[in-house]
C-alpha cells in the first residue's frame, strides 16, 4: 500500500518591502479643503468681537436704535488712520472666509460672500456699540470694514487653488504637520503676539489667575472667597517672596525656561518626525524675539527696545534651547508628558510668585495710545495661550493612548486569527503518515 502524503499549501510569498507613495499619490491625497483656514475664520471672528466690544463693561440703554446709525451724519473727527484701521483690520477676515469655502466656492462667488459677511459683522458690531458709551457707531466703519473685506477677499480669490490645493505651504503644511494638527499650527503662529504686551518675566504667560487673585472684587475671587473666606489671608502669607536681585534672576530663569520648552514641547507634538524640528522652532524664537523688540521700540521710550532680554532671560533662553535640543529626540508621548509639567509648571510659577520688583517696566509706563485695543488684546492672550496649549497636550496623550489600546487589540486579533487558520490547515491536513 502507498502512503500519499497530504497536500501542503505552498509558503506564503516572502514580505514585500514597503514601498514610498510616488509624487503623483501624493498629490491626490491633498485635501481640496483648509481645515486650519476655517479654524483661522472662527478665532479671527472671535478677535474682531472682542476688539469691537472691548471692555465689555458699562452697557446701558440710552434709548437709542441700534440700527440709528445707519442714517446717522458723518462723525465729526475722522482721522486717516481710523479709516486704515477699519480697512485692514478686515482684509484678514475677508481672506479666510474665501479660503475656507474652498472647494464648494470659489471665484467671484466666494469675494461677493466675502463681502457680505464682512458687511455682516460689521452691523452687528456696530450695532452693539450702542449700548456702550465708551465706543461709537459710525456708517463710515461699516463702509471702511466692508471694504476692507471685499479688498482681502480679492486680493485672495485667484490664488485659492494655489494656496489651498498645491501651493508651498500646503505642501510643507503636509509634510511637516499631522493632519488634525490645524489647532495647533494655529496657536504656534499666535504665541509670538503672545509676548507683546509687557510681562515681568520673559515669556510669562498664564498670569490670568493672579490677575483675578489680586482684583478682590473679581467675580472669580468673589465666589472663592464664598467657599474659602482664609483665602485672602493665606494668599497674603504665600512663603514665596524673595527679596534679592540673585533670587528674582534664578525665578525668571525658572519661568522662562518652563514656558520655551513647553512651547517647543507642544509644537513639536503637531510635527511629523521627518520635520525640521530645530529649524521651525529657531525661526519661531527669532520672530517672537524681533516682533517683542519692535513692539518695544514702537510704545516705549528710547533706549527700551531689548531692556526686557534681562541676564535671567538670556541665560534661561541659552539653556533651555539647549535642553530642547536634546529633548525633541524622545518619543512622542514622552514629549507629550513633559511638555504638559513644562506648561503646568509655567502658570503655576507665573501665579503663585509675587510682583518682581526688579521688573523692566511696569504697565502703567506702556504707552497704550491708539492700540489699546490691540495692547489688551496681547495681554489676553497672553494670559490664555498656555490654557490652550496644556489642553490641546492633553487631547493628543488621549489620542496616543487610544491608538496604542486599538494596536494591542488589532494584534491580539491577528494573533488570535492566525492561529485559528493554522488550526484550520492542520486539521484540513488530516492525519501524517503513520498516524490512525
Request: overall charge positive; glycine content about 6%.
Amino acid at each position: 500500500m502507498t502512503l500519499v502524503a497530504p497536500p501542503t499549501s505552498p509558503p506564503p510569498p516572502p514580505p514585500q518591502p514597503p514601498q514610498q507613495p510616488r509624487q503623483t499619490e501624493l498629490d491626490g491625497w491633498l485635501p481640496r479643503h483648509s481645515p486650519l483656514a476655517r479654524v483661522g475664520l472662527i478665532c479671527f471672528t472671535l478677535l474682531v468681537a472682542y476688539a469691537s466690544l472691548y471692555p465689555f463693561t458699562g452697557w446701558v440703554n440710552n434709548g437709542i436704535s441700534p440700527l440709528a446709525f445707519l442714517t446717522a451724519p458723518k462723525p465729526r473727527y475722522i482721522t486717516e488712520f481710523d479709516l486704515m484701521t477699519n480697512v485692514l483690520g478686515y482684509c484678514p477676515f475677508g481672506a479666510l472666509v474665501v479660503l475656507a469655502l474652498h472647494p464648494r466656492i470659489s471665484g467671484a462667488r466666494a469675494t461677493l460672500i466675502a463681502l457680505v459677511a464682512g458687511a455682516l459683522l460689521s452691523a452687528v458690531m456696530e450695532a452693539l456699540q450702542t449700548w456702550l458709551p465708551s465706543r461709537i457707531s459710525s456708517n463710515i466703519d461699516l463702509i471702511t470694514n466692508a471694504l476692507g473685506a471685499l479688498l482681502g477677499a480679492a486680493m485672495v480669490a485667484p490664488f485659492t487653488s494655489a494656496l489651498v490645493d498645491r501651493g508651498t505651504l500646503t505642501r510643507l503644511r503636509m509634510a511637516w504637520f499631522e493632519p488634525h494638527a490645524s489647532f495647533a499650527i494655529l496657536l504656534v503662529l499666535l504665541w509670538p503676539f503672545a509676548q507683546i504686551f509687557p510681562q515681568e518675566h520673559l515669556f510669562g504667560m498664564g498670569g490670568i489667575v493672579r490677575e483675578w487673585m489680586t482684583d478682590p472684587d473679581s467675580w472669580p475671587m468673589e465666589i472663592l472667597q464664598s467657599y474659602f473666606p482664609a483665602l485672602l489671608d493665606w494668599q497674603n502669607n504665600v512663603g514665596l517672596r524673595p527679596d534679592d536681585m540673585q533670587a528674582q534672576l534664578m525665578l525668571e530663569t525658572m519661568v522662562t525656561a518652563c514656558s520655551w520648552i513647553g512651547t517647543g514641547l507642544f509644537a513639536s507634538l503637531a510635527m511629523r518626525r521627518t520635520a525640521p524640528m530645530l529649524r521651525i522652532l529657531a525661526g519661531l524664537l527669532a520672530f517672537a524675539l524681533l516682533l517683542k523688540a519692535t513692539v518695544a521700540e514702537l510704545q516705549f521710550a528710547d533706549d527700551n527696545t531689548f531692556n526686557w532680554l534681562s541676564e535671567g532671560g538670556r541665560f534661561a533662553l541659552t539653556t533651555s534651547s539647549l535642553v530642547l535640543v536634546l529633548l525633541l529626540r524622545l518619543p512622542r508621548w514622552l514629549r507629550a508628558l513633559l511638555a504638559i509639567v513644562a506648561l503646568a509648571g509655567l502658570v503655576v510659577l507665573t501665579n503663585v510668585l509675587p510682583p518682581n520688583p526688579y521688573a523692566w517696566i511696569s504697565e502703567q509706563g506702556w504707552r497704550m495710545g491708539r492700540f489699546v485695543h490691540f495692547n489688551s488684546l496681547a495681554q489676553w492672550l497672553g494670559w490664555l495661550w498656555p490654557f490652550a496649549a496644556f489642553f490641546y497636550v492633553l487631547w493628543r496623550v488621549e489620542q496616543m493612548s487610544m491608538r496604542r489600546r486599538l494596536q494591542r487589540l488589532a494584534r491580539r486579533r491577528a494573533t488570535a486569527r492566525a492561529v485559528a487558520a493554522a488550526t484550520d490547515r492542520q486539521a484540513d491536513a488530516g492525519p501524517g503518515p503513520g498516524q490512525p
